[in-house]
């Protein structure tokens, strides 16, 4: 491990020239992280999923339900199966590459409308929870202590099999799980900020509360707010698999990762590829979510900004 870390160094050295003896300046340095293997590898497995998704028809050689029962269960071209269908197709006789590339579309958007949504809700509570009275802080944080105490994949699946399942639902379900992260966050920053000399100075200066939490501390916390983002993606992720696999997330016959994984684990000891491709998927598209997390992370962080 010491070993690759100093390979790394090294590596990291070349691209950036720095004069012997002298301490790297922050640009140096968050240039240095963009230009890491993990951040690069991220960046490349995120911006890969998002094309997907949004040129899904374009990309996609057939349509996600379009059935062929005599081709049924083909294997992928490498496993003897033909380029008609590269990753085979499934029990239905439905192209495997059509169905995962439409299966990532449902699963990215459903986890980014998500965490659009619950960072939406959780930042505007986290300021206004920060900022004002101790007494509207403790009930905010006590609600969100109560939803805490509650397992989420429990209190997920209650509410999906009560309230039935649609995706407006599995998009409330997404939201539950994420907006307490990204309050308890901007409720620190701002506890944290309030007390500084430019807020006290835009107090003094007679300004609303709202105008100093919109112009003064939001912009302050853009930054934990983006890094916890694509963390949060990638967690809401494996929510929806998790509930899709389940039978509570996305219906057929709109496809989804976690659905596919669910349809094939009947045919595991005959057709792998149904099984393991979408779980593969699943995998890599969040191990490139945290790895772009990890990066942003470390090029955010406020230490090498002022160094």
Not at 80 to 107: C, E, F, I, N, P
Not at 123 to 140: E, N, Q, T
Not at 145 to 158: N, T
Request: hydrophobic letters at 50%; glycine letters at 8%.
């Amino acid at each position: 491990m010491a070993g690759q870390r100093v390979a790394s160094t090294a590596a990291e050295s070349a691209v950036v020239p720095v004069a012997a003896g002298a301490r790297p300046t922050a640009r140096q340095r968050r240039r240095r992280g963009w230009l890491s293997v993990p951040a690069l590898t991220g960046f490349v497995i995120v911006t890969a999923a998002v094309l997907v998704s949004v040129f899904a028809p374009v990309v996609a050689p057939y349509g996600y339900d379009d059935q062929d029962l005599e081709q049924s269960v083909q294997p992928p071209v490498w496993a003897g199966g033909t380029w008609k269908h590269v990753l085979g197709t499934d029990q239905l006789g439905r192209d495997m590459l059509s169905r995962l590339v439409y299966g990532a579309r449902t699963s990215m958007s459903l986890a980014c409308l998500g965490v659009i949504l619950a960072g939406s809700v959780g930042v505007a509570i986290g300021l206004v929870s920060g900022y004002s009275s101790s007494r509207l802080d403790a009930v905010i944080m006590r609600i969100a202590d109560v939803q805490l105490s509650f397992p989420y994949l429990l209190l997920a699946i209650a509410f999906m099999a009560l309230l039935g399942t649609s995706l407006l639902n599995l998009v409330i379900v997404l939201v539950l799980r994420s907006w307490v992260v990204y309050t308890r966050l901007v409720r620190v920053a701002v506890l944290s900020l309030k007390e500084r000399e430019f807020i006290m100075a835009a107090r003094g200066l007679g300004l609303r509360s709202g105008r100093i939490l919109l112009r003064h501390v939001a912009p302050n916390v853009a930054a934990p707010f983006l890094v916890v983002s694509t963390l949060q993606l990638a967690e809401l992720i494996i929510v929806e698999a998790s509930l899709s696999f389940l039978g509570l997330g996305v219906q057929p016959p709109l496809p989804s990762l976690g659905t596919m994984v669910s349809q094939g684990r009947d045919y595991l000891t005959t057709a792998w590829w149904l099984v393991t491709l979408p779980g593969l998927s699943i995998v890599v598209t969040v191990l490139g979510t945290n790895l772009l997390g990890d990066a942003l992370r470390d090029i955010l962080d406020p230490r090498l900004r002022r160094s």
